[in-house]
């Protein structure tokens, strides 16, 4: 166990790390690092991890020469590219923004707001989509998480775990608890939508270190581009099957009990009221009430279904007692 945590005299030194993978999002990653220059808190640095890709790794090289651009030296995937900036990274906190996203002038200020408790080890922000077409109107607000934004019921203060597209952590966290799971979340060679591993991280971190406090500060606003494909019933449908797998893997690291405590209450009070709101909406002349309701209750059950395969799948690999190694 290490020492207590301490209250900065001063706002920490922030590095902020982006993680991108491919072309053809080279418009959102050159418009994420615009946005963290033109922060009012100016970051100590900016860290571009390339996961895998060569070229793009040339070409962003070149056109940002201010920032500092790094192939990724771990696995492939996201985690490996967060782990290889965790490695580089020289200021007090890392602040972990998508590729895909923008962030307001504000957004480090907030973040870094949150650290004047000394308990206080990770801060996240608010995630706003960023619709590449108008909001479906059968598309819940309690399953923005499915396209990599905040949720409706989630409120700020303090939280189980942090959504690693807008999150901050002090530099002590991964020398007390290593870095992101890298057999957790998406990579570029599977493309199944994968996610948790900041889930996961945060678990064994609060296990490793009980006096933890991870906060949720909603002033702290990026925007996340959510493109037409995500906002298809089929792409809904399954992410949500991907988050059950991935949940799955997440109770085979840290249990059930702490792997699933928030996600009981989400299930049954947030969907529970989605449900309601939805049919009341649809009684007070809204059609579109009763799609989001029979889209929670989807939501909810490709979720369960893809859990109940992942531990089965989990289960199957695990060496049977007794058996011969």
């Known amino acids: 166990m290490t020492g207590p945590l301490s209250a900065p005299d001063s706002p920490p030194a922030v590095s902020v790390v982006i993680c991108a993978y491919t072309e053809e999002r080279w418009d959102d990653v050159v418009a994420a690092v615009e ?23 040339s070409r962003l090289k070149r056109t940002l020469p201010d920032v500092l651009v790094v192939q990724n030296r771990s696995e492939r995937g996201l985690s490996g590219g967060k782990n290889t900036a965790i490695q580089m990274a020289k200021g007090d906190v890392l602040a972990f923004l998508d590729d895909d996203a923008v962030a307001e002038p504000d957004w480090l200020t907030y973040l870094v707001a949150g650290y004047g408790q000394p308990e206080v080890i990770g801060v996240g922000g608010l995630t706003l989509p960023l619709w590449e077409t108008a909001r479906p109107a059968w598309f819940p607000e309690e399953f923005d998480w499915t396209v990599g ?6 409120e700020p203060g303090r939280v189980r775990n942090l959504l690693g597209g807008n999150a901050s952590f002090r530099r002590e966290a991964f020398h007390i608890a290593g870095g992101f799971p890298t057999g957790i979340g998406r990579s570029a060679a599977n493309r199944r939508p994968l996610g948790c591993e900041e889930t996961e991280f945060c678990i064994r971190l609060a296990r490793r270190r009980p006096d933890s406090i991870f906060l949720f500060d909603a002033r702290a606003v990026i925007h996340h581009r959510v493109p037409r494909t995500r906002s298809r019933f089929r792409y809904f449908r399954s992410r949500c099957y991907a988050e059950g797998l991935s949940k799955a893997q997440v109770t085979r690291s840290v249990g059930v009990a702490d792997g699933l405590a928030t996600e009981r209450r989400y299930a049954t009070t947030t969907l529970r009221r989605g449900v309601a709101q939805g049919l009341l909406d649809a009684l007070l002349g809204d059609p579109a009430g009763l799609s989001r309701s029979a889209a929670i209750t989807a939501g909810l059950v490709s979720t369960t279904v893809g859990y109940v395969v992942g531990t089965l799948q989990g289960s199957l690999r695990a060496p049977r007692r007794g058996a011969r190694r």
């Open 35 to 57: 946005s963290v220059t033109a922060q009012r808190l100016e970051p100590h640095e900016i860290i571009l991890v390339i996961d895998h890709n060569p070229a793009l790794y």
């Open 149 to 154: 934004c905040t949720f409706t019921g989630r």
